[in-house]
């Protein structure tokens, strides 16, 4: 029973991280600026509709591998050395999630620096790096650093004074080196489209630069996750 239990557990947090994945491919879809698309080039429509297009496809093959890892519990659940095996595997792909663990891959590096002339208008702030964050993660953003601060779900992006980030705890200042893993074209077209963070930044006049990478490299998150009011339902209906 406990092996099951164990089992059962470890299905539902994958189903919840996979569930998660999707919601987060159409979320990106429900916060497209319709406005900007509409003063679209026709070139441009078709190309941002050729990713979108994309992004469904992979969608799909998402849904379809839930599908396929829940066939591969109920298969494994009746051998304990393959249960056991499987619990393990799924530990290091929630480590991953979860920030624990270093990772590579491709994605995009932006670089935001305050303004040399020491107008403060034109010097980046906590809410530019939220805004950024958010960006990115719509985008399908897998892992995310800022200055060698891992972000994970836990994470808060703060101010306590002017020029002054709070990130995890540790203070980081200008200039601000946000790493992202993911699909670069997808990273790339989130922060570029008319009307989005870019072209934001370029209103108020705020230094931003970026560059595509086949090859990023993020730290882990050094800090601790830990649930103070939350508890595992072993089964019943909530109260």
């Given at each position: 029973?406990?092996?099951?239990?164990?089992?059962?557990?470890?299905?539902?947090?994958?189903?919840?991280?996979?569930?998660?994945?999707?919601?987060?491919?159409?979320?990106?879809?429900?916060?497209?600026?319709?406005?900007?698309?509409?003063?679209?080039?026709?070139?441009?429509?078709?190309?941002e509709?050729?990713?979108?297009?994309?992004?469904?496809?992979?969608?799909?093959?998402?849904?379809?591998?839930?599908?396929?890892k829940i066939l591969e519990y109920n298969k494994t659940i009746s051998s304990k050395e393959d249960s056991?095996?499987?619990?393990?595997?799924?530990?290091?792909?929630?480590?991953?999630?979860?920030?624990?663990?270093?990772?590579?891959?491709?994605?995009?590096?932006?670089?935001?620096?305050?303004?040399?002339?020491?107008?403060?208008?034109?010097?980046?702030?906590?809410?530019?790096?939220?805004?950024l964050v958010n960006e990115l993660k719509l985008a399908g953003a897998e892992a995310i650093a800022i200055n060698d601060e891992r972000i994970v779900s836990t994470s808060e992006i703060t101010s306590i004074r002017d020029g002054i980030v709070i990130?995890?705890?540790?203070?980081?200042?200008?200039?601000?080196?946000?790493?992202?893993?993911?699909?670069?074209?997808y990273l790339e077209s989130a922060i570029t489209i008319?009307?989005?963070f870019l072209d934001e930044m370029k209103d108020y006049n705020k230094s931003v630069e970026y560059v595509l990478e086949d090859r990023i490299e993020l730290p882990k998150y050094e800090g601790k996750m830990e649930l103070e009011y939350s508890k595992i339902n072993e089964g019943g209906k909530a109260k």
């Amino acid at each position: 029973m406990k092996g099951k239990r164990i089992m059962t557990i470890s299905i539902g947090c994958t189903a919840f991280i996979l569930t998660m994945v999707l919601f987060t491919q159409f979320k990106t879809v429900e916060q497209t600026d319709i406005t900007a698309i509409e003063t679209m080039r026709e070139a441009e429509l078709k190309s941002e509709l050729s990713s979108w297009k994309t992004k469904y496809d992979e969608t799909n093959l998402k849904l379809s591998e839930v599908e396929n890892k829940i066939l591969e519990y109920n298969k494994t659940i009746s051998s304990k050395e393959d249960s056991a095996k499987l619990v393990e595997n799924e530990v290091k792909e929630y480590e991953k999630y979860l920030g624990y663990t270093k990772l590579r891959g491709e994605g995009i590096v932006i670089t935001l620096k305050d303004s040399d002339d020491q107008d403060p208008e034109k010097n980046i702030n906590h809410t530019d790096l939220l805004s950024l964050v958010n960006e990115l993660k719509l985008a399908g953003a897998e892992a995310i650093a800022i200055n060698d601060e891992r972000i994970v779900s836990t994470s808060e992006i703060t101010s306590i004074r002017d020029g002054i980030v709070i990130i995890n705890t540790a203070r980081v200042s200008s200039p601000y080196n946000v790493r992202a893993i993911g699909n670069k074209k997808y990273l790339e077209s989130a922060i570029t489209i008319k009307g989005g963070f870019l072209d934001e930044m370029k209103d108020y006049n705020k230094s931003v630069e970026y560059v595509l990478e086949d090859r990023i490299e993020l730290p882990k998150y050094e800090g601790k996750m830990e649930l103070e009011y939350s508890k595992i339902n072993e089964g019943g209906k909530a109260k």
